[in-house]
């Protein structure tokens, strides 16, 4: 289902210059799978798929539909892990143009950044809407999401008095946590994040399950792709044909090179939160230590106007993975006109999908020509089952290649340096010395 195909790379890399990466990559693999290795206990991802309880997803999907019988918008509340998998394949397979109701919600997103004018205009939106609620969080005190629920929580109680926590569902810790403790108090309905599952690789959880519940896909679809590809990629004991094993090999090859960033590339804008949700996982898994390739994205033919210049000629330190879906679900034929002022002719009966495909080739023969090495993770199609096996790949092979840096992938230590000075600098209970301190260095005394 998934398929690494190498043909505009083969030219950067040998095969006896890629041997040794290939046998470090399947010792991590090996590493992965005897829980050996850093951050073993958050591997429960690792078998999920095969363990999702069906009463569970049964109770996510009626949990939804009550949501959805009352709402024409639900707000899902959460950041990094706790929404970007979700929203990526919201806005991959639900249509453009969408109208909306109740019984048929929007979907926004809000607990993901701090802008002011954001949430004022979102209280505004929501004051004449019928609304409801999922807020997700491990702890209940991330800054972000505290504050988006405290705001929308506010204005659901002025909104529906005591009617209000019907409209809550918190997906949060099993037993503790500020989250956990409101939703005891107010008699939320609550679903769990496991313990061994950490936010970036927990799509398949109820973080990411009911926000698509929710706006009334299958998700029963969803996780049959990742059933569908785990026992091929975990059977699969040659580094060469595992998709993920070469993978991790080729990124950590070009690594050694000096490549020392990659782009993920799209030919579909509806795959943009896709590369969203991959930048948190390879940039959080990989980006520590000093070590590590920074994740970047571009949406082509778009970028091609803007940062493709700098890919095809600027410095030589980026390679290529291309997100390449072999079917569209749907297409437009170009037709002729009399007149050809646009001088558009020479395309009379090309779909809309097939100029779209000679784009994708004609780049991925420039940036090869060029000097970038260009990867294509080729999938059947954006329907939940291909997508489902799309991000098991990604985070099978993320694993691996954070072992084959030798690095924990299932940890992110960095991440508390910012919060840490926010905190200080808000004057939060404990931090008042060091908010101080940081005053001084900021205004240069």
């Known amino acids: 289902m998934i398929r690494l195909e190498t043909r505009f790379a083969s030219s950067f890399v040998s095969t006896r210059e890629l041997e040794p990466f290939l046998s470090t990559a399947e010792t991590a693999r090996l590493t ?32 939804a539909e009550r949501l959805r019988a009352v709402s024409e918008t639900v707000v899902i509340i959460g950041i990094g892990g706790s929404y970007l998998g979700s929203r990526a394949i919201l806005e991959a397979v639900l249509p453009y143009f969408k109208k909306n109701s109740r019984g048929n919600p929007e979907i926004l997103f809000a607990g993901h950044h701090l802008e002011s004018r954001y949430y004022f205009e979102l209280v505004e939106y929501l004051q004449d809407r019928d609304f409801s609620i999922n807020v997700i969080s491990k ?23 005591s009617g209000a926590a019907k409209r809550v569902v918190a997906t949060t810790d099993v037993s503790k946590g500020a989250l956990k403790s409101f ?5 939320f309905e609550t679903f769990t994040i496991p313990d061994d599952v950490g936010g970036r690789y927990s799509v398949l959880t109820p973080v990411g399950l009911f926000p698509l519940a929710a706006a009334g896909l299958p998700i029963r679809d969803f996780i049959f792709g990742f059933r569908n590809i785990l026992s091929d990629l975990h059977e699969n004991k040659d580094p060469f ?5 070469r993978y991790a090999a080729l990124r950590n090859y070009f690594l050694s090179t000096g490549r020392i960033v990659e782009i993920l590339a799209n030919f579909n804008p509806s795959l943009h939160f896709v590369s969203e949700w991959w930048k948190q996982l390879f940039g959080e898994s990989e980006g520590k230590e000093n070590r590590g390739i920074f994740p970047a994205s571009m949406d082509f033919t778009t970028d091609l106007h803007s ?6 000629e600027g410095k030589r330190i980026l390679f290529e993975t291309v997100l390449s879906p072999s079917s569209n679900r749907s297409d437009l034929i170009l037709n002729s006109t ?22 994708r080739l004609g780049t991925l023969l420039a940036h090869a020509d060029g000097g ?33 840096l030798g690095v924990n992938p299932f940890d992110q230590p960095g991440v508390e340096a910012y919060k840490k000075n926010m905190f200080s600098l808000l004057d939060k209970p404990g931090f008042e ?4 301190a940081l005053r001084k260095r900021i205004l240069g005394n």
């Open 32 to 63: 992965l799978h005897s829980a050996d290795g850093k951050g073993n206990e958050y591997l429960g991802w690792l078998n999920l798929p095969k363990k999702e309880s069906d009463s569970e997803i049964e109770r996510i999907i009626q949990s």
């Open 433 to 436: 010395k060091e908010g101080a």
């Open 307 to 312: 940062l493709g210049q700098y890919v095809q």
């Open 372 to 404: 970038v090495p260009c990867l294509e993770v080729v999938f059947p199609d954006i329907t939940l089952s291909s997508l489902g096996a799309l991000f098991y790949f990604f985070e099978y092979a993320c694993a691996i290649s954070g072992y084959c």
């Open 139 to 161: 702890s209940g005190t991330t800054t972000e999401p505290a504050i988006a629920f405290r705001i929308l929580w506010d204005l659901l109680v002025k909104k529906y008095g």
């Open 241 to 245: 044909s595992n998709p993920a094993t």
């Open 338 to 359: 009399r007149e050809n002022l646009d001088s558009l002719n020479f395309l009379t009966g090309n779909t809309i999908g097939h100029v779209n495909e000679q784009a």
């Open 183 to 187: 939703a005891d108090a107010e008699g």
